[in-house]
């Protein structure tokens, strides 16, 4: 499988992987501090994002993650260590029930692991963004390089938006509206098959799954039950952090990927406020207020989408 990819520094292989909608360029605040830091770091565009064409037939994690395996063992990168975020993230955890594909692993708020009302919510919350951010295209310039207007436009994706560098934000909702594999992919993210665990005892290599306390795309909540599908892996909370610790906390996502990878006992690290569950969504008024404005337009461009 050809894919599109970004290689920078020397040293060990790192791979990264985004979540639907980005790409390659969603790492623009980690892969200098990465790369800076001895590691040969190399971030790939998946099939129907960035400049990588979409796969023939179905597209789901399970179709990813075959890409992904090819990718490798034609670069000759099997074992390599890697980071996924949100369905990126949900990725590398496929990779690493599969095994003998990845090494050390930080999967960032994966998707995939809602229950009940959560699955719509998480449907058609995101489905709603993207309409929203594709008929919004021509004026994104002007939004993305405004405080205020970022902080409209993102509330479910960050935890501070208006802190967000306005290039970044452009480059992401360009990719985010764009992406050949969108659709499909998001549908079966949501209604497809399960993502599968691996019993106690059975990794070989670490595996730290990070979430932010402030996650309104897969809320905190869900946390916990991806432990128990991995229960070899540690948690690790980002305190002031939404969906996409690369955005709102990349010093400490930097940090936390070069402890892990290096070999470096990460258990050991935990602090308790780490280790303390998060078991509700917090209750960010002014962030559900907007989340709720950005799905009620959304959603009237969605429907009316389907009714031209």
């Known amino acids: 499988m050809d894919m599109h990819f970004i290689r920078r520094g020397e040293g060990k ?43 023939q037939g179905e597209v789901s994690i399970s179709t990813l993650a075959d890409a992904v395996t090819s990718f490798l063992e034609s670069q000759n990168l099997l074992g ?48 709603a963004s993207r309409r929203l951010v594709q008929w919004l295209q021509p004026v994104m310039p002007a939004i993305a390089g405004n405080p205020v207007g970022r902080t409209l436009l993102l509330p479910q994706f960050s935890a501070r938006p208006w802190d967000l560098h306005a290039e970044l934000v452009q480059e992401e909702m360009r990719t985010f509206a764009t992406s050949a594999s969108f659709d499909d992919l998001l549908y079966n993210l949501t209604y497809g098959e399960p993502q599968k665990g691996v019993p106690r005892g059975t990794l070989q290599a670490p595996l730290i799954i990070g979430w932010g306390k402030q996650d309104r ?28 610790p690369q955005w709102d906390s990349p010093e400490e996502a930097v940090q936390l990927v070069l402890t892990v990878t290096s070999g470096i006992n990460y258990e050991p690290l ?24 950005a ?6 461009l969605l429907a009316r989408s389907r009714t031209s």
Request: proline share 6%.
């Open 13 to 55: 292989p790192l791979l990264l992987v985004h979540g639907i909608g980005g790409s390659s360029r969603s790492w623009d605040l980690m892969i200098d501090g990465l790369a800076d830091a001895g590691r040969e770091v190399i971030a790939i565009d998946l099939p129907g994002h960035g400049a990588t064409p979409p796969l």
């Open 217 to 244: 795309v897969c809320f905190p909540q869900q946390a916990s039950r991806a432990l128990r599908l991995f229960p070899d892996a540690c948690i690790h909370w980002f305190s002031s952090c939404g969906h996409f």
């Open 295 to 300: 799905v009620v337009a959304g959603g009237f």
């Open 80 to 127: 390599i260590d890697a980071v996924g975020s949100s369905m990126g993230a949900r990725l590398v955890l496929e990779l690493v029930r599969r095994g003998g594909i990845v090494g050390a692993v930080v999967s960032l708020d994966p998707g995939g692991f809602w229950k009940g009302w959560e699955k719509p919510f998480f449907y058609f919350s995101v489905a």
């Open 270 to 293: 935990l602090s308790a406020e780490m280790q303390t569950p998060v078991t509700t969504a917090t209750r960010n008024w002014a962030a559900i207020v907007g989340v709720g404005l």
